[in-house]
């Protein structure tokens, strides 16, 4: 197992450096008339350098003077060591604005992906129970629903209705007009109101698949050989679904639950944006729209780390809940 | 589809046995047939069916029917209250002045009148000359110096001469306030004699022995808004009345007029017709769901949108098969080196954020100012490009699996060459799965390509997308007030991705040969 971590580890490791590869070479391969209008525009904020000295500046941090390749290994120099350089847009280092951001991000994804386990589960089970009834095609057609709304059209919908008309809760932000005048508990209870809408938008936009994916693998465990011994055998069939069949389609949803964990921390770009919850999806799509090319390869290769880290996290969880499955 | 190797067999064993005309036959149905019978068995994929077919025809028949263009703008005559002129009662007072008479030192002369008359005092002295001064009327004082001249009148009326040619001297506007003040009809000066009338609203009009009116009195300021235009007697006594009565509007000459009263002053305002755009028109005869921002129809931008979304989600998915199905096939098919060299490029490809990737090639566009058609191409390129690792992944397993059957043996013993054994026998096997990933995919491209152009960064204006007609909503006074506006072009999005995904669904049910129904 030890030996299959490390090669995999390495593997890892092996991809990403292709990954920031490309991802800087899409970055150098920007037309440099961006890089100097973001020069321009940088050097004539209020208080900021002059022109030169940011083009010379970029140059600098980015070797745009030197050739891809040797510019590509002189930031890798200073990423490995997680120096990601000083933001454009906000003008402070990336890790700090990246640490002042992330928890925001965290407790969104968190709080929305435990709903949504606990109602796309016990769903998806149900449908894959009563295939072909009525609760199978409310479910299904629930979820599909869900796959299928554009997260900026329902997030408006929701807007329009629950902040505009009914006025139960607040357009956007993170915190309400009187956050600093509230006592401890209030600023929670605040802050909790204002993740509402986003936590809902992400949950039924992100719920179908998790219900899919779990009605498909109960109802292959259902058609299973053992299913049918136990019945035969005259298992109850409540004890047939809860205990023989439930446990065994808990084996691929615990993978993909444990590959999600480091999705948390990704952020949910569009729905940030549109709420303002100044998460990382948010900032960096401010970083991104503003042409910050130090946050936004940061905030690349952080997603694809995410991503690495998760398929390995899978596939390691599928070798410990199945014993059937062995690694090598 | 081994399975359905497997119902061929069974049907030819079946054969030997029963002759084609024998009337027991059982009904053969191709396996193609079979999918075609449990997909229209499936309700969900029906109304997913009817819902593409409904929202082609509206985006590609729609267009033609539809009379309008995509990017005509509707202008219509727009009523728009613009200033006309500004009254006011006046409460400060001037002093007449002509070209033999003027006031000396007039800003602290003004500053010890006015200290004078409030304290109720008659003499006032400026630089050591003194001045007397006599109540000739109402708010009207006469001022005299020490000899005993006549020095000026101070008054709050206004003498708004009407003739161009009358000059109002000092001793006119003398001998006028007195014969109002005396209530005398008529008074001459310089040998010319005046009357004094009454109008209707009680303003004092001053005419020659013509009866031509030349000059009007009132403590009302009314002035033109435009310097060419000189408001008339009668104008001018009509605003009076109008805002004396507090009306709100008033009709002058077959005009109409607003009246807003300000704090210091009382604005007229006159109507006059611009040709604007119909923005934001509420859903009418003529345009079924209103105009937006530009003056536009909404329906048929809808309909174009339409057209723009579903193209860019068959091109884009059509450049993500064909990439994906010759690169997995040939990784599948050759395995070894090839296959790990493809397969680590698809886990690098899989590694790339593609969102935020797109996002900063969707910015980099704009600050490029790419033209909207050639950008359209762009981000369909783009996109068929960062999409097709998965086909590819799935082309590679199905083909991995169908490479070690006997009919592989079997095209290799006949010596079919490698391109037709990868393409024409193993590709055709894997095309049940294509089919429905593709389907899936059409509706997903649908919701990328628009959310990237809710955010501005996708198809741009002129052209219509489904997504950029959404984005009026970043502007929360659209959001509120023009619902008509956006909720349609986003249930055409939701309609038509769920559309894709209940058919993707039926089809892998369809396809499935483990189906019980």
């Keep these: 197992m030890g030996k299959y971590i490390l090669k995999r580890l390495l593997q890892c490791v092996v991809i990403l450096f292709f990954v920031a590869l490309v991802i800087y070479a899409i970055m150098r391969c920007l037309p440099t008339s961006y890089v100097e209008s973001i020069a321009r525009q940088r050097a004539s904020l209020p208080g900021s350098k002059s022109y030169t000295e940011w083009l010379?500046?970029?140059?600098?941090?980015?070797?745009?003077?030197?050739?891809i390749v040797r510019g590509f290994f002189k930031w890798l120099k200073s990423a490995v060591v997680l120096d990601f350089g000083d933001s454009w847009y906000f003008n402070i280092p990336v890790l700090d604005k990246f640490?002042?951001?992330?928890?925001?991000?965290f407790v969104l994804g968190a709080v929305s992906f435990f709903l949504e386990i606990i109602i796309a589960i016990p769903l998806g089970i149900i449908s894959a129970v009563k295939q072909y009834s009525k609760i199978d095609y409310a479910v299904t057609v629930f979820a599909l629903i869900g796959i299928s709304l554009p997260t900026f059209f329902f997030a408006t919908l929701l807007k329009l209705i629950f902040s505009i008309k009914l006025g139960w809760f607040d357009l956007y932000g993170i915190v309400g007009r009187y956050y600093d005048q509230l006592s401890l508990g209030g600023k929670f209870l605040d802050m909790a109101k204002h993740y509402v809408l986003p936590t809902v938008t992400i949950v039924i936009v992100?719920?179908?698949?998790?219900?899919?994916y779990t009605r498909t693998n109960m109802l292959e465990v259902l058609n299973s050989d053992y299913i049918r011994t136990a019945r035969a055998k005259g298992v109850p069939e409540r004890k047939v679904i809860s205990y023989h069949a439930f446990r065994n389609t808990l084996i691929p949803i615990v993978t993909i639950i444990g590959g999600s964990l480091p999705g948390l921390f990704s952020g949910a770009l569009i729905t940030e944006t549109l709420f303002q919850i100044p998460g990382i999806g948010?900032?960096?799509?401010?970083?991104?729209?503003?042409g910050?090319?130090?946050?936004?390869?940061?905030?690349?290769i952080f997603i694809a780390v995410l991503t690495l880290v998760g398929t390995l996290l899978a596939d390691i969880l599928y070798a410990v809940v199945d014993p059937r499955v062995r690694v090598g | 589809m081994s399975k359905s190797e497997l119902n061929n067999n069974n049907t030819q064993q079946t054969e030997e046995v029963i002759a084609l005309d024998d009337e027991r036959r059982v009904k053969v149905l191709s396996p193609s047939m079979l999918v075609f019978k449990r997909f229209i068995r499936n309700k969900l994929a029906i109304v997913g069916t009817v819902f593409i077919v409904a929202m082609f025809i509206f985006s590609f028949i729609g267009g033609l029917?539809?009379?309008y263009g995509e990017a005509e703008v509707f202008r219509h005559?727009?009523?728009?209250y613009k200033d006309y002129a500004a009254a006011k009662h006046n409460e400060t007072y001037y002093f007449t002045e002509d070209a033999n008479h003027k006031v000396p030192n007039p800003s602290v002369f003004n500053f010890k009148f006015v200290g004078a008359k409030t304290s109720g005092k008659t003499e006032f002295t400026v630089d050591e000359d003194k001045f007397t001064l006599e109540e000739l009327g109402e708010k009207t004082y006469a001022i005299y110096s020490s000899t005993g001249d006549l020095v000026t009148v101070a008054s709050t009326y206004f003498f708004d001469t009407a003739v161009e040619d009358f000059d109002v001297t000092l001793d006119f506007r003398f001998a006028a306030q007195k014969a109002i003040a005396d209530k005398e009809e008529s008074f001459t000066v310089g040998g010319n004699k005046y009357f004094v009338k009454t109008n209707e609203e009680e303003n004092n009009i001053i005419c020659n022995a013509d009866s031509k009116e030349l000059v009007f009195i009132s403590d009302y300021i009314v002035n033109s808004a435009y310097n060419d235009i000189k408001l008339s007697f009668e104008e001018k006594s009509a605003i009076k009345e109008a805002i004396e009565s507090g009306a709100e509007t008033y009709e002058f000459d077959g005009n109409t007029f607003k009246i807003e009263k300000g704090m210091y002053e009382t604005k007229i305002k006159g109507i006059t017709k611009a040709y604007v755009n119909l923005s934001y028109a509420s859903p009418s005869k003529e345009h079924w769901l209103g105009t937006d921002a530009n003056g536009m129809d909404i329906l048929t931008r809808l309909m174009y949108g339409g057209r723009v979304s579903l193209m860019i989600g068959f091109i884009v998915v059509i450049v993500e098969t064909v990439l994906g199905v010759i690169l997995g096939g040939i990784s599948g098919y050759f395995g070894g080196v090839v296959?790990?060299?493809?397969?680590?490029?698809?886990?690098i490809f899989n590694c790339i954020p593609s969102t935020p990737l797109i996002i900063i090639l969707g910015a980099m566009m704009d600050a490029m100012q790419i033209d909207p058609q050639i950008r359209m191409i762009y981000l369909m390129l783009i996109l068929g490009f960062l999409g097709w690792p998965g086909v590819a992944r799935l082309v590679r397993g199905q083909i991995l699996s169908l490479r070690e059957q006997e009919f592989m043996t079997a095209t290799e013993a006949t010596g079919i060459s490698v391109s037709r054994r990868i393409f024409k026998h193993l590709v055709p096997n894997v095309i049940p799965q294509l089919i429905v990933i593709c389907t899936m995919g059409l509706g997903g491209v649908i919701l990328t390509e628009s959310t990237l152009s809710f955010l501005g960064l996708g198809v741009k204006f002129p052209f219509a997308s489904w997504g950029n007609i959404i984005n009026a909503v970043s502007n929360v006074f659209v959001m509120t007030n023009y619902w008509f506006v956006w909720i349609p072009a986003g249930f055409c999005i939701l309609i038509t991705v769920l559309g894709f995904n209940f058919i993707g669904d039926g089809l892998r049910d369809a396809f499935d040969p483990k189906m019980k129904r």
């Excluded at chain 1, 910050?292 to 690349?300: A, C, E, L, V």
């Excluded at chain 2, 005559?77 to 728009?80: F, K």
């Excluded at chain 2, 296959?339 to 886990?347: G, L, Q």
């Design chain 1, 206 to 212: 992100s719920i179908g698949s998790t219900m899919r």
């Design chain 2, 77 to 80: 005559y727009e009523e728009m």
């Design chain 1, 56 to 67: 010379e500046q970029l140059n600098a941090v980015y070797g745009l003077d030197v050739g």
């Design chain 1, 292 to 300: 910050d090319i130090p946050f936004s390869m940061f905030y690349m």
């Design chain 1, 282 to 290: 948010w900032v960096s799509y401010q970083a991104m729209v503003g």
């Design chain 2, 65 to 67: 029917i539809s009379p």
């Design chain 1, 99 to 105: 640490k002042s951001v992330i928890w925001y991000s």
């Design chain 2, 339 to 347: 296959d790990n060299i493809i397969m680590r490029i698809v886990d």
